[in-house]
C-alpha cells in the first residue's frame, strides 16, 4: 500500500479504513461486497465519504445515450466483480424523466450515519434498489420508501434529511476532495487505512470479486 503522512493525527494506535463512494457509482457498487464484510466484521472501523459524482451542475438525464454510454462499463464491472445488473436497471437508465443527482442519496446516508452508525447498510441498500430494483435514488419520495422498509423511523430520518442544508453537502464534499487529494485518490470508488503513521492507499481492483483474500487483507491490516 502507498502511504502518505495524515493531517488528522489520529495518535489513539487504532487505524480506520476510509471508503469515498458515490451511490450512483457503478464501480462502487462492484466492491459491496468488500464493503459489506468490512462493515460487518469491523463496524467501528470504517468511515464513509460521499464524492458527488453527479451533482445539480453536473446532473446526468437518463435517455439512450446516457444508456449505450454506461451499459458496456457495467458489464465490465459485473465482469470484474460478480455483481448482478439487472433489466430493471438498465431499462430505468432510458427513463427521459430520470435525473441523477447524488447529493440527496449522499444526505440520506449522513443522516444514516447519525441514527446509529447505519450509514454503511443504508448504501448497501441504496445501491441495491438503484442496480436491482431500478428505483431512482435521487428521488426523496423513493428514498424515504427505502428507508422505511429498512426499519428506520422515517419521520425523524424525514426531519433530519431536511435540515442538511446544500452548504453542508458541499462542505463534506469539499473535504471528501481534500481527502481525496492526501492520498492522490483516482476517483470512486478510493479505500485507504489511517493509522498513526498517516494514510495507506489500497489498490481496490485487487481485490474486484474476490472476497476471500479481501478478508485475508482487512484481518491483517485493521
Keep these: ?88 436497471y438498465h431499462d430505468a437508465l432510458g427513463n427521459t424523466e430520470m435525473v441523477l443527482n447524488s447529493l440527496l442519496p449522499i444526505s440520506a446516508v449522513l443522516v444514516a450515519e447519525v441514527m446509529g452508525k447505519r450509514d454503511a447498510y443504508l448504501l448497501k441498500a441504496l445501491q441495491e434498489a438503484y442496480y436491482l430494483d431500478g428505483l431512482n435514488i435521487s428521488d426523496k419520495d423513493t428514498l424515504l420508501f427505502i428507508v422505511k422498509k429498512l426499519g428506520f423511523d422515517v419521520e425523524q430520518f424525514a426531519s433530519l434529511l431536511s435540515e442538511i442544508s446544500e452548504t453542508q453537502i458541499q462542505q ?19 479505500l485507504f487505512i489511517e493509522d498513526n503513521q498517516g494514510y495507506h492507499l489500497i489498490p481496490v481492483e485487487k481485490y474486484l470479486g474476490d472476497t476471500k483474500r479481501w478478508q485475508q487483507f482487512i484481518k491483517e491490516s485493521l
Design 1 to 88: 500500500m502507498a502511504s502518505v503522512t495524515s493531517n488528522t493525527g489520529n495518535t489513539q494506535g487504532t487505524k480506520i479504513l476510509h471508503y469515498v463512494y458515490d451511490p450512483l457509482c457503478g464501480w462502487c457498487y462492484g466492491i459491496a461486497p468488500l464493503i459489506e464484510e468490512v462493515s460487518n466484521t469491523f463496524p467501528n472501523s470504517i468511515k464513509l465519504h460521499g464524492g458527488g459524482l453527479f451533482t445539480p451542475a453536473r446532473a446526468v438525464t437518463g435517455g439512450q445515450s446516457w444508456k449505450e454510454h454506461v451499459t458496456p462499463i457495467d458489464e465490465r464491472i459485473s465482469q470484474l466483480s460478480g455483481q448482478v445488473f439487472s433489466h430493471a
Design 172 to 190: 463534506h464534499l469539499s473535504q471528501t476532495q481534500q481527502l481525496m487529494s492526501q492520498v492522490n485518490g483516482r476517483g470512486f470508488p478510493t
